[in-house]
């Protein structure tokens, strides 16, 4: 089941009632699928997440946070972006100026 569903965009291969898009908190169902299917495993959750389609951004946002929070990230996920090190840059600006106590997010 694991090559099917990460092979083909078919939501029809999808156990219902799964919902593949809108809001994030409709897509944990899904998402916790997903993750047991893949054994916890990032980068085949994130494919998946992909090829079922409707909310990926939001599905692979919460795959991210999910299994980052209990394994080390590939830094190939990082690295493999072609603007890595202006995101990066642009990172580390925000966690600074946050930190810092200045600007708009300052409590």
Not at 3 to 19: G, T
Not at 66 to 75: E, S
Request: proline content about 5%; glycine content about 12%.
């Amino acid at each position: 089941m694991r090559k099917a569903v990460c092979e083909e965009s078919d939501r029809q291969s999808l156990p219902h009632p799964f919902a593949h898009a809108c809001y994030p908190e409709h897509g944990i169902p899904l998402i916790l699928w997903i993750v047991r299917i893949h054994g916890g495993n990032l980068h085949e959750s994130l494919c998946t997440s992909a090829m079922i389609g409707g909310d990926t951004v939001h599905r692979g946002m919460s795959l991210g946070m999910l299994l980052g929070a209990i394994q080390p990230v590939d830094g190939s996920l990082r690295k493999g972006l072609v603007h890595h090190e202006s995101i990066k840059a642009d990172i580390k600006g925000f966690v600074d100026m946050a930190l810092s106590g200045q600007g708009h997010l300052a409590v």
